[in-house]
């Protein structure tokens, strides 16, 4: 079967949601079908569908081209970054801020970590879906505002989650 390289690529980028979208209505379909035999089944195939398809929309629309400069890989709580120009390791569990800065194009994270300089790592490189992942392993990440922030249209940097605050409690993240 052929499809066009776009139509793939946004196929695969939505996979999750196709897949969630199947075991809703399979789930359906054996939950409402013959004569309750499958009901049991059938609602947990239901419930696991809905949880897969919240977070594979997440997912999906965090999700870049990944034809950008570069390549992320994370392996065992440590983010890599190997650019053409910079690059650079950063455990998480000495991350201290993650930022997003649109300033430049492509946007770019940015990742603090103590005793280091910055990662910056493009939004579209090679690998960067991975991070998704990652960013949800920091404490008390609000996962929706770094999507939010990710498709907004701001120029300017904005930090979307920090261990430490630098600023005053009264003050709003963003």
Known sequence: MFFRPEAKAALWRWREVLVAGTLVLLGLWWLLGPG?????????????GIAL???GVQRGRFRGTGDGAGAVQV?????????????????LRDLERLSLDRRGSP??????????SPVMIPVNAAGADALFDAFATLPALRTERMLTELRGGTAQAVVIWERTPLRPAHAVLH
Do not use: N, S
Not at 36 to 48: E, N, R, T, V, W
Not at 75 to 91: C, K, R, S
């Open 107 to 116: 946007a770019h994270w940015r990742l603090d970590a103590a005793g280091q």
């Open 36 to 48: 309750g035999l499958l009901m049991l089944p059938g609602a947990a195939l239901l419930i696991a």
């Open 75 to 91: 392996d065992e709580g440590q983010v890599a970054y190997f650019g053409p120009l910079t690059g650079g390791v950063v455990a």
């Open 53 to 55: 398809g919240v977070v």
